[in-house]
């Protein structure tokens, strides 16, 4: 299998562009997971899905952030209008299982991210 | 909400030093992972702990879980030049707040 996939590895842009990231969870696995990291505030879960529904957006900063799942294989985190202090590396994780259930330990597996940069 | 505290925020050792960076939970929590970030690198699952007091062993590195599922802690001997990276640990709740909350991590350099 080849992992979680994400594009773009990096991106540039300008504040007020609209940036959009995807991701390819592994397939089989239930949940998707939305993580940004920075300096200052570590990882951050910004939202995650269950079967293509998104359960939990409370982590999302503000109106300007969107995420989708049209279906399992595909999910996007859209930014619009983007700002510098969005500038961040974006996860995209998955998961089997979330809840533990027969000894599955719910480990979540990371893409190797996408670092933006907003100018 | 749950809060999930790590120190170390740093910590830089000599070749052959042992490590330890710890792990302190606000809430009770139903299991923690740990994973390791090398530099420029992702997250990478390590291992997850469940029961109380319970203690797992890796090589040279060793997991704890505290009696009380409110802290954690993962000790490196004699640590190696690849041991280079970031370690976080990953809580989750118990009940309703199943969400999983990383810490801040440990950023570990090691000198050769």
């Given at each position: 299998d080849a992992g979680v996939i994400q594009s773009p590895r990096h991106e540039v842009t300008e504040m007020g562009q609209e940036v959009t990231l995807r991701c390819k969870p592994i397939s089989g696995h239930d949940y998707l997971f939305w993580?940004?990291?920075?300096?200052?505030?570590?990882?951050?879960?910004?939202?995650?899905?269950?079967?293509?529904?998104?359960?939990?957006?409370?982590?999302?900063?503000?109106?300007?952030?969107?995420?989708?799942?049209?279906?399992?294989?595909?999910?996007?985190?859209?930014?619009?209008p983007s700002e510098p202090r969005d500038s961040a590396v974006y996860f995209c994780a998955s998961s089997p299982h979330w809840v533990l259930r027969g000894g599955n330990t719910g480990e979540l597996f990371f893409g190797e991210g996408s670092r933006l940069t907003v100018l | 909400g749950q809060q999930v505290m790590q120190i170390p925020q740093y910590q830089h050792v000599q070749e052959g030093e042992d490590f330890t960076t710890y792990c302190n939970s606000s809430t009770t929590l139903s299991n923690i992972q740990w994973y390791k970030q090398r530099p420029g690198g992702h997250p990478v699952f390590l291992i997850q702990l469940v029961k109380s007091g319970e203690v797992k062993k890796q090589k040279r590195l060793t997991f704890q879980f505290g009696e009380a599922k409110k802290n954690s802690s993962l000790h490196i001997t004699a640590t190696q030049t690849t041991d280079v990276g970031t370690y976080f640990c990953a809580g989750r709740g118990s009940g309703s707040a199943r969400q999983l909350t990383f810490g801040s991590g440990t950023q570990l350099t090691v000198l050769p």
């Open positions: 993580y940004r990291q920075t300096m200052m505030r570590g990882l951050e879960l910004l939202i995650y899905f269950n079967n293509n529904v998104p359960i939990d957006d409370s982590g999302m900063p503000e109106d300007r952030f969107s995420a989708k799942m049209p279906n399992a294989s595909f999910s996007t985190l859209k930014i619009q | -």
